[in-house]
């Protein structure tokens, strides 16, 4: 081999040792930089705190798990909070179960979705009116415990849509275009939740609705 030679072959090896550097480095910024990127979110429409994750095994509701909730007649057990069902943020969360979360999912896509888009609307937020309360039905002194004293209750009073818009059951509810949506998501509830009440039932429903996971032997209650 001439020096000409050797030299070449040298410079060769430590080109090829530099493209190794390089490559090394590379790699070691890219997993870093991975390490440090903020995980991405479910929900694009959504700008959720990292705590909030999916709940209830099911990856479309957010939401955090709060420990269970024990007072008298009143409680949870494995309650969550919930953010965000299926894209679709809840105003203010809701401390609700499992199994009234996965039927709210359950309802914004078989129901809600379906009707907004039937009337050229996409629903970006639910107004949440009420979910956990240690309270009586109505308020009422005497009453029997409200299934919201269960977690198995949620109160919706009103939408709002992606071009921003908001709906409210009390201002909206009989008047065109949003009649027929309002009733159409009613009907929908009416089956997978067992209790579901709103404007027309009573003073007290006017502005909301209130949508329940219990379960009677005579069939849904809906009123
Ligand atoms: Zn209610």
């Known amino acids: 081999m001439s020096i000409f030679q050797t030299s070449v ?4 090896k430590r080109n090829n040792m530099m493209k190794k550097l390089i490559y090394i480095f590379t790699i070691v910024g890219l997993i870093s930089t991975c390490g440090s990127r903020e995980p991405t979110r479910v929900d694009p429409v959504l700008d959720l705190d990292n705590s909030i994750g999916s709940v209830c095994g099911m990856a479309s509701i957010r939401g955090t798990n709060e420990s269970s909730i024990s007072n008298g007649g009143c409680g949870i057990n494995n309650p969550v909070k919930v953010y965000a069902v299926s894209g679709i943020k809840l105003s203010s969360p809701a401390l609700i179960n499992c199994e009234t979360a996965r039927t709210l999912d359950g309802w914004v896509n078989s129901s809600l979705k379906p009707q907004a888009k039937a009337i050229g609307r ?4 639910m107004n949440m009116m009420g979910a956990y309360a240690c309270r009586t039905r109505n308020h009422r002194a005497g009453a029997k415990l409200s299934e919201h004293s ?5 109160d919706i009073g009103g939408f709002t849509f992606a071009d921003g818009e908001t709906v409210t059951l009390l201002n909206d509810y009989y008047s065109s275009p949003y009649k027929s949506f309002m009733s159409n998501i ?3 509830a009416c089956g997978p939740f067992g209790t579901v009440l709103g404007p027309g039932t009573d003073s007290l429903h006017a502005n909301h609705f209130h949508f329940d ?4 032997s005579m069939g849904a209650y809906c009123k």
């Open 213 to 216: 996971i219990a379960r009677y």
């Open 9 to 12: 072959a040298q410079m060769w």
């Open 122 to 125: 996409t629903v970006t937020e």
């Open 150 to 154: 269960k977690g198995n209750a949620i």
């Open 186 to 188: 009613r009907a929908g």
